[in-house]
Every structure is written in C-alpha cells, then in structure tokens.
C-alpha cells in the first residue's frame, strides 16, 4: 500500500485543522498529548503521513474542549 493512501482525505484534513488549532493556540504536541493522556509519539503518528494512525471521536470530542471549539470546527461545511 502507498503511503499516500496509509489515511483518507477527511483524516488528513481533520488531522490537519487539528494541527493548526494546534499550533494557533500556542500548545505542543508533548503538551497535546499530556491532555489527552496519550504518548507524544501517538500524536506525532498521528500527524505524520508515515503512519495510520488517527484522531478517533473520543480523541476530536476531548480536543473540543482542550482547543476551546466545536467539534464541527474538525470538519468541512461540505463531504470532500
């Protein structure tokens, strides 16, 4: 399998709004991962086209309220 095919386009585009909240809000991936209780290595694969691994809905409801935002704010207006 490709690596390019490793995640589908809404994860990439979820994990990437993630990232740029992310990072508009001043908090690390060490820091990230603390609040979520996961290893910093699991958020790096997570951001990380190298790897599978990916945000799920517990992980997005959680990220809500660590980002201060919807959860709607993970996800296009329209299907991509």
Same mark, same amino acid.
């Given at each position: 399998?490709? @690596? !390019?095919? #490793? *995640? &589908?386009?809404? $994860?990439? /585009?979820?994990?990437?709004?993630?990232?740029? #909240?992310?990072?508009? !809000? %001043?908090?690390?991936? =060490? $820091?990230? =991962?603390? !609040?979520?209780?996961?290893?910093? %290595?699991?958020? %790096?694969?997570?951001?990380?086209? *190298?790897?599978? =691994? @990916? /945000?799920? #809905?517990?992980?997005?409801?959680? #990220?809500?309220?660590?980002?201060?935002? &919807?959860?709607? $704010?993970?996800?296009?207006?329209?299907?991509?």
């Amino acid at each position: 399998m490709s @690596k !390019a095919l #490793l *995640k &589908s386009e809404i $994860d990439i /585009y979820v994990i990437n709004k993630v990232r740029e #909240l992310r990072i508009a !809000a %001043g908090i690390s991936q =060490a $820091d990230l =991962a603390l !609040a979520l209780d996961l290893s910093v %290595g699991f958020i %790096g694969h997570i951001e990380s086209p *190298k790897y599978r =691994a @990916k /945000y799920n #809905l517990s992980h997005l409801n959680r #990220l809500a309220t660590i980002l201060n935002c &919807s959860i709607k $704010d993970f996800f296009p207006e329209l299907p991509l």
